[in-house]
């Protein structure tokens, strides 16, 4: 079984600050991490993920995320947030192993209000 | 390329009245998933589909939940009858590959109210 936790239900954050969400997940298998984001009226975007490599994983839009094995964790920051950031961001993870089911599990997620 | 896309975006019904979602995965998908979303809780997983076969309906919540996936191309998610519980937002997804890297792509959601 596995669970995600997003400990910040809402952060907010001044344009151009730096914004860390935090993201701690418990599994017993190995697992592949996510980061999904939900624009305002919009479905599920996803904004990175870890499969395998570099632990630091980047998106187009300047966030980045690194997987901490020894601290089950998947933090995402961002330097310098924008206001069209404004969304809310969910941590997920999904079983690495083939044919172990592809369903992700998904944190309560994190709503990110960037201010002026 | 058109993504995943559902209907209707919002539903209200009174309570023990029937309700039918419906999902078109991108073209080519194979895989189709169902996640629900009730307020301030996390996003759920529901069912997957591979093609026309249930995959995995693990998170089914109950037997008054119906997904279907006739000929391996869109899908409907009836409730029937409808509960206050089950409001909340659904959310169908597609992925091109059952492989656990493939990337899960989601709809806007359906969001339904049940009063």
């Known amino acids: 079984a596995q669970s995600v936790t997003q400990l910040d239900s809402q952060v907010p954050v001044f344009e151009e600050a730096p914004v860390e969400l935090r993201c701690n997940y418990s599994?017993?298998?190995?697992?592949?991490l996510f980061w999904y984001v939900q624009y305002p009226n919009q479905g599920l975007q996803l904004l990175l993920k870890?499969?395998?490599?570099?632990?630091l994983v980047e998106s187009i839009n300047g966030f980045e995320a690194e997987f901490n094995k020894s601290q089950t964790s998947f933090h995402l920051r961002k330097p310098s947030v924008h206001i069209s950031d404004t969304a809310e961001y969910f941590c997920a993870v999904r079983n690495i192993l083939t044919g172990g089911g592809n369903k992700l599990t998904f944190g309560t997620g994190t709503q990110l209000k960037v201010e002026l | 390329e058109a993504g995943v896309t559902q209907f209707p975006s919002h539903s209200v019904i009174e309570k023990g009245q029937t309700v039918t979602l419906r999902c078109d995965p991108i073209?080519?998908?194979?895989?189709l998933y169902w996640y629900r979303r009730v307020m301030g809780k996390e996003i759920k997983f529901l069912l997957h589909f591979v093609k026309e076969s249930k995959q995995d309906e693990s998170g089914m919540p109950n037997n008054r939940f119906l997904a279907e996936r006739t000929g391996g191309t869109y899908s409907t998610l009836k409730v029937q009858p409808a509960e206050l519980e089950d409001s909340g937002v659904y959310f169908c997804?597609?992925?091109?590959?059952?492989?656990?890297?493939?990337?899960?792509?989601f709809g806007e959601g359906s969001w339904l109210t049940v009063v």
């Open positions: 997804a597609s992925s091109q590959e059952t492989l656990s890297g493939n990337t899960i792509y």
């Open positions: 073209s080519g998908h194979d895989n």
């Open positions: 599994s017993s298998v190995s697992v592949y």
């Open positions: 870890y499969l395998s490599g570099s632990t």
